[in-house]
């Protein structure tokens, strides 16, 4: 019997007190919509999904059983900082809000979820395995006045048609539990999944918990296409080749059993000229970082003026210069001098302007910075 009906029930709280064993609010965000576990002090603080608005509290859909694993924080605040840094340096004209300390003051904590699907699979199946094997041929070469000959091995692979039936229990396979899932992935990296604990109150703390928007139901076609890609594996080892493909199977699951894994990314924002925020994600585990690094246009035009005054300053002095050289004839030299800088002035004036727009065509696509951090 297929049970793929068997979804976790998902309850809309009104409020709550105390989850998972902890004292936290149900709250949201009515410019995303997302929804978090936060603790009483965050209600009013902005949201750490879009940093456009404000935490407050509201109902949620929400599982009552607490996560199965999490992945712990491993970056502290020091080492964080530090990331914060080496990420804004590189970004020469900034906008105002684009600072060190604003960042670092702004740095939330923040668990995201997946859900993990233990399943029971069986099934018939087919497939092509492919099994290496090599060819010997020779290769002629002409060096040294003379024709020379040597051995070369090449790998091929024989594709044979196998079927079989295969039946597994599968535990903690992966599949999405946000709509935002796949951006927090590219943004992130990956995580090493062999850390991941049981579930510890003590590792939430301070954090914000954010929770799941897609539920198990809408999840389970990327749970299913995960179990398939570990059948595949399974009859390939079966079939004990090196290689599979085309690979069918018409499963049945059963003893589907849904929980959560918590995973851990640090989230601050800064806002540019028009006040806009940009968000800044940095891997809690591993200190890969992505963000959009933006420079600010107004302060460009705004070196570029303090340049093009003092290329006028500098303009006025060679004048001044050049109508005293009747008095004291070494004044010329110190014309000439002042008509140099006032050239250099005005074409400096021109970079201030043209940097931040060719610096901001670059951050099109959000830069990712990996730190190799103990």
Same mark, same amino acid.
């Given at each position: 019997?297929?049970?793929?009906?068997?979804?976790?029930?998902?309850?809309?709280?009104?409020?709550?007190?105390?989850?998972?064993?902890?004292?936290?609010?149900?709250?949201?965000?009515?410019?995303?919509?997302? $929804?978090?576990?936060?603790?009483?002090?965050? =209600? *009013?603080? !902005?949201?750490?999904?879009? /940093?456009?608005?404000?935490?407050?509290? @509201?109902?949620?859909?929400?599982?009552?059983?607490?996560?199965?694993?999490?992945?712990?924080?491993?970056?502290?605040?020091?080492?964080?900082?530090?990331?914060?840094?080496?990420?804004?340096?590189?970004?020469?004209?900034?906008?105002?809000?684009?600072?060190?300390?604003?960042?670092?003051?702004?740095?939330?904590?923040?668990?995201?979820?997946?859900?993990?699907?233990?399943?029971?699979?069986?099934?018939?199946?087919?497939?092509?395995?492919?099994?290496?094997?090599?060819?010997?041929?020779?290769?002629?070469?002409?060096?040294?006045?003379?024709?020379?000959?040597?051995?070369?091995?090449?790998?091929?692979?024989?594709?044979?048609?196998?079927?079989?039936?295969?039946?597994?229990?599968?535990?903690?396979?992966?599949?999405?539990?946000?709509? $935002?899932?796949?951006?927090?992935?590219?943004? =992130? *990296?990956? !995580?090493?999944?062999?850390? /991941?604990?049981?579930?510890?109150?003590? @590792?939430?703390?301070?954090?914000?918990?954010?929770?799941?928007?897609?539920?198990?139901?809408?999840?389970?076609?990327?749970?299913?296409?995960?179990?398939?890609?570990?059948?595949?594996?399974?009859?390939?080892?079966?079939?004990?080749?090196?290689?599979?493909?085309?690979?069918?199977?018409?499963?049945?699951?059963?003893?589907?059993?849904?929980?959560?894994?918590?995973?851990?990314?640090?989230?601050?924002?800064?806002?540019?000229?028009?006040?806009?925020?940009?968000?800044?994600?940095?891997?809690?585990?591993?200190?890969?970082?992505?963000?959009?690094?933006?420079?600010?246009?107004?302060?460009?035009?705004?070196?570029?003026?303090?340049?093009?005054?003092?290329?006028?300053?500098?303009?006025?002095?060679?004048?001044?210069?050049?109508?005293?050289?009747?008095?004291?004839?070494?004044?010329? =030299?110190?014309?000439?001098?002042?008509?140099?800088?006032?050239?250099?002035?005005?074409?400096?004036?021109?970079?201030?302007?043209?940097?931040?727009?060719?610096?901001?065509?670059?951050?099109?696509?959000?830069?990712?910075?990996?730190?190799?951090?103990?």
């Amino acid at each position: 019997m297929n049970e793929t009906a068997q979804f976790p029930q998902v309850q809309i709280a009104e409020s709550v007190e105390s989850v998972w064993g902890v004292s936290l609010k149900i709250a949201g965000c009515l410019k995303c919509g997302q $929804a978090f576990l936060v603790e009483v002090s965050r =209600l *009013g603080q !902005y949201c750490p999904h879009c /940093a456009q608005g404000i935490l407050q509290t @509201q109902p949620a859909r929400l599982r009552a059983e607490p996560p199965e694993l999490l992945i712990p924080f491993r970056k502290n605040r020091q080492e964080i900082g530090a990331i914060l840094e080496k990420f804004i340096q590189p970004v020469w004209l900034r906008p105002s809000d684009f600072t060190f300390d604003n960042l670092v003051q702004r740095v939330t904590p923040v668990y995201w979820p997946m859900c993990l699907v233990d399943a029971h699979l069986k099934g018939d199946w087919r497939a092509e395995v492919g099994y290496d094997y090599q060819v010997k041929s020779s290769q002629e070469s002409y060096s040294a006045g003379g024709w020379h000959s040597r051995d070369v091995l090449e790998t091929r692979v024989r594709w044979e048609p196998r079927l079989g039936y295969l039946e597994r229990h599968y535990d903690n396979v992966v599949s999405p539990a946000l709509n $935002a899932h796949s951006a927090l992935t590219r943004n =992130l *990296g990956s !995580y090493h999944q062999q850390e /991941a604990i049981p579930y510890q109150v003590e @590792q939430i703390t301070h954090a914000v918990l954010q929770i799941p928007d897609l539920q198990p139901e809408n999840s389970w076609p990327q749970a299913q296409a995960q179990l398939e890609m570990h059948a595949a594996a399974d009859c390939q080892q079966a079939a004990e080749g090196q290689h599979i493909r085309n690979f069918q199977i018409n499963p049945t699951y059963s003893s589907l059993n849904w929980t959560q894994q918590l995973q851990p990314m640090y989230v601050s924002y800064y806002k540019d000229d028009e006040g806009q925020p940009h968000l800044v994600w940095i891997n809690g585990q591993s200190g890969v970082i992505a963000g959009k690094r933006l420079a600010s246009q107004k302060a460009g035009w705004k070196w570029a003026g303090i340049l093009a005054g003092m290329a006028i300053v500098f303009f006025l002095l060679s004048l001044g210069s050049f109508a005293a050289i009747a008095l004291l004839p070494l004044l010329s =030299l110190a014309g000439i001098l002042f008509i140099i800088l006032a050239f250099g002035s005005a074409l400096a004036s021109i970079f201030p302007v043209v940097w931040p727009w060719q610096w901001n065509r670059q951050q099109a696509e959000q830069k990712i910075v990996t730190h190799d951090h103990a």
